[in-house]
């Protein structure tokens, strides 16, 4: 079963309905201490940081979600559920992120934001084993190319050797990441569940 | 771009005899299947309306299914009704009148709920001697200088009234005469054959928002594409 | 609810209607008619023909048809453009006598190549009653059959032009402007013939059917190919739109052989069909309150041919011809029983519609400028002909 953490702020209806594309049994996580009881924790986050950070704090999900790193199981973030497993987030006077990869969301060198579709590319044989030995997936593809669509105006960066980090295919973006993956972890920087079909075919991919 | 309105869609251009459209739904599922960027939906709303025009329509919004991104707006006029609209699977909001407000309250409250990537500005104009541009709340053109709290927008709609539904004649001077940088701009009413203009052209904007008619034909977008 | 003040559309139309004051957008977009360029907007249609042309060796275009009048007109001016047309028809078994001729007549009588696709009736008829028991429409599944089947084919052969003749949408209610030049598209036909009501909307929870037996009530799944292959024109995009005017010449100019009506003064809109001034106008009724006599009246009013005041006497003529629904029921093998059930659970505005006995037909007064354009018509000698699977 898949879990999606609600903690009202963001878009979770695009994503309930993008799992439902995938045709994926999902439900929302209501009480944080079930956490352990879900094969992939999905972390959608839309909107002000510091909001996002509280509430997760406020809903006792700032731990938990560290215990249920620590367990090994596999948390998939989008958008600012990404930038949250950062160490540090710069947004809103500066937030302590959950530190699951050292790194951090800081300011995109753009007057205004992201917002755009750009080209985008995924090889399977980048997913670590430990999130590939949990997977659930069908899907035999193993590479897609397409493109995807960004809308924010942080961004994520890591200078940590361990981590998959594939850059924004923009030249002035390309410090930035796109997806970043270590171990159980996986963070889109991009909003699958509005990429049309790719968003949903990488998903099962991945899944 | 797509008008709804109680529940019902509207074409997006010819707005004085609001021809009706169809479904919503049916009108989003095409647009997926089409490819569309971002589909902009607009409630029309003119003065002020009873809330109950809103909650109705906002009950089908939450109903949609799209996995294309959507910007929603039109009759967001204070803060309380932030609230209604924070559950929508809407990736961008528009805002309209709240560019004439003196004060920046609503769309502060707006950045602080949804991110400053989300908040976008509308601007209906008119472009004769002068520029013109439209306040839904009042139902009337104005001057520009009425205008406020542009800086707050992520990204700007101009949406020329005189062109729409023509091919190619928006007013793309209305840029220099609102001071606006078009590469934060969208421009709308007139743009479907702009195309061309603006490959390879710094005063391009960030994006054209085509009417519906990009409906009127099947999978009408790859004319776009293919001219890029 | 509001009425336009010079046709007899009111805003209950399925299409959705719009008013700028007193007159509905009908009337409005009518009025166009009168206005363009109807020598350019040829050109336009010939243009389209030429890229055509070049396109496939074989076939130009395909002609959706069931051997209305309409049919024949489409196919006089499709050969007008010296295209090298497909015809190709899914049969709805709900021919009568005139209808096999008609079709028939078609295909020998201006020499074409043809295909008319037989659909699995035990699947078709699960589906009938799937749509009537769900939507109280029975004609969902032969629409959905009709607007995808030629498609398919289109697209299997690389035949790059679908002509159908005219745009209800636009005839009707005006939905779009002249200029517009709205084509068919997957938009297009769920919107306004099928009424957002697809395939799906029937299966699942309703139909049980196999769905390996549903491919041609399915649209093709990508649309991206398909607009590059094949695109589907409306001759009323081009030409000055004017149906009964047109239909009466295909009487005598290619012996087209018209239907002695009892629900309306047109003979030649559907004419061969079982159903379609039957249940399926019953139907109607009971759904949207108004009947195909409406339509053809609101038509007249438009073109010329009728005052309001004339129109409303003679849709009144019509409007409450009972209609009997036992043939049909007795085709979709449903019991006296499953009838009556039907009649008393079912139906609310049209009950006094409804009759066991034989129908008579009327010859009401009709004004001049209407009967120069109406011709003699025979009755059906039999309904429900089903030559098995067809021809």
Known sequence: MIGIIDVGVGNIQSVKNWLDRCIVNWEIIDNYKKLKNYSLIILPGVGSAKLFSDNLKKYGLFEELKKANERGQRILGICLGTQIFMDYLEEDGGIEGLGFINGKALKLNLKESNTCWLPFSFNKNNLSKDWLKKSETTSRKTKLSGRVFYNHNYGITSIDNNVFNQKIELDSLSSFSSIIHKKNIVGFQFHPEKSQELGEILFKMIL | MILFKNGYCYQSYGWNLLRPLGKLQNIVSHLDKYLIDDITIIRPIRDNENDSTLLSDLNEIKKLKSSTPISFGGGIRNINQLHLISGLPVERFVFSSALFNKESSLLRAATDLFGRQAIVGLIPFKLEAQVSVFNSQINKFVSVDKLNNIELCDEVILYDCESEGSPNGFHKDVVNKLKINPKNCVFSGGVSDLVNSFINNNKAPKALAVENSILHREFSKSNYYEKL | ?391
């Open chain 3, 1 to 391: 609810m509001k009425n336009c003040k010079f046709c007899l559309y009111d805003s209950s139309h399925p299409f959705g209607m719009a008013y700028s004051g007193e007159k509905c957008l009908g009337c409005i977009t009518h009025k166009e008619k009168y206005n363009l360029n109807w020598v350019e907007k040829y050109s336009y249609l010939q243009e389209e023909v030429k890229i055509a042309k070049k396109k496939n060796k074989t076939y130009d275009c395909i002609v959706p048809v069931t051997g209305d009048a309409e049919d024949y007109f489409v196919i006089q001016e499709v050969l007008r453009l010296e295209m090298n047309p497909l015809v190709v028809s899914v049969n709805s078994y709900f021919y009568n006598d005139i209808g096999w001729t008609n079709l028939h007549n078609l295909i020998t009588h201006f020499d074409l190549d043809s295909w008319v696709y037989n659909p699995e009736k035990q699947t078709y008829q699960e589906l009938i009653r799937t749509s009537i028991r769900k939507y109280n429409h029975m004609y969902l599944p032969w629409l959905q059959l009709h607007t995808s089947f030629p498609v398919h084919v289109a697209n299997e052969k690389s035949i790059p032009l679908i002509v159908w003749g005219g745009n209800q949408a636009v005839e009707q209610v005006g939905k779009f402007s002249h200029k517009d030049s709205v084509e068919m598209s997957s938009w297009s036909r769920i919107e306004h013939d099928l009424f957002g009501k697809d395939i799906e909307s029937l299966i699942g929870n309703g139909a049980q059917v196999n769905e390996r037996k549903l491919n041609y009530y399915h649209y093709p799944d990508d649309l991206k190919k398909l607009s590059k292959k094949v695109k589907g024109l409306y001759l009323s995009n081009y030409l000055p739109w004017d149906p009964l005017k047109q239909n009466h010449s295909m009487v005598l100019k290619h012996g087209f052989k018209p239907e002695a009506n009892p629900y309306s003064f047109d003979p030649y809109e559907r004419a061969g069909s079982s159903v379609y001034y039957q249940i399926h106008d019953l139907l109607k009724f009971e759904r949207l309150g108004y009947r195909k006599i409406t339509d053809h009246c609101t038509r007249e009013i438009r073109h010329g041919r009728l005052t309001r005041t004339e129109a409303v006497k003679i849709e009144s003529n019509f409007i409450n011809n009972k209609i009997n629904v036992n043939p049909f029921f007795k085709w979709l093998n449903v019991t006296q029983t499953g009838i009556d059930w039907f009649i008393k659970h079912r139906l609310n505005k049209s009950t006094h519609l409804i009759s066991d006995s034989e129908i008579n037909y009327k010859t009401p007064y009709f004004p001049n400028k209407l009967k120069l354009v109406l011709s003699e018509a025979s009755k059906p000698k039999k309904q429900f002909i089903n030559y098995g699977k067809g021809v």
